[in-house]
């Protein structure tokens, strides 16, 4: 697996709020091409909708390589429904999902494509070490059909399907490498230290395999 960073503007990306927790991870699509690059996310989300970075977290392409666009404490840009997760405020209502998920987004368009199986094994392999770091199960993972109650199709239901097999456990989501010894968790990396020891974990396990 290959992980890089992009961050063409860290100013503009220190400016994002810091998140409240990682209570979840939220999977989306970008309804493009499989030749969609990341200069692409950029235009529509930077340059055009006025972000600060790209609203995901994480993007996972075609071939299974993963960029991470924006630091994981950092809020995304990627569900404004509220969460009904921890406290509520004076609007009666409860931070988005935002403040409380990492957004993952699946480069294709999954009304009609089919997951590959780099990307799904990618997926795999950076949820096993997230849920380790943030204390996270399967339970913990959802898409924004899902929290939006059905007011939008993404993530595409051939994505949808397999995410939705996740729960009843007839999907594979985690590796069956043997835990990481884990010293430090992610979360007490520095932000731009955080995923290369995040590619360094999941490179490990392929080493002793």
Not at 45 to 61: E, T
Not at 128 to 149: C, E, G, P, V
Request: glycine residues 6%.
């Amino acid at each position: 697996m290959n992980i890089t960073t992009y961050y063409p503007d860290i100013d503009s990306i220190n400016k994002i709020p810091d998140n409240s927790s990682v209570s979840a991870i939220m999977v989306h699509h970008s309804v493009s091409g499989e030749n969609t690059k990341i200069e692409d996310l950029h235009k529509w989300h930077v340059k055009d909708r006025g972000f600060n970075a790209i609203g995901y977290h994480l993007v996972i392409f075609r071939d299974g390589k993963v960029i991470q666009t924006r630091p994981f404490d950092k809020c995304g840009a990627h569900c404004e429904i509220p969460s009904g997760i921890g406290k509520v405020g004076s609007n009666g209502l409860t931070k988005s999902w935002n403040h409380h998920s990492l957004g993952v987004c699946f480069i294709g368009d999954f009304r009609t494509d089919e997951v590959t199986q780099a990307q799904w094994q990618s997926f795999s392999d950076v949820c096993y070490l997230l849920f380790r770091s943030f204390n996270l199960s399967t339970a913990d993972i959802t898409w924004h059909r899902k929290a939006t109650k059905g007011r939008t199709e993404c993530p595409g239901p051939n994505l949808i399907s397999k995410l939705e097999n996740i729960q009843l456990n007839s999907e594979t989501i985690v590796t069956t490498h043997e835990p990481v010894p884990v010293e430090k968790t992610l979360t007490q990396f520095s932000t731009l230290d955080l995923i290369e020891e995040l590619s360094k974990r999941i490179h490990a396990q392929y080493d002793k395999n």
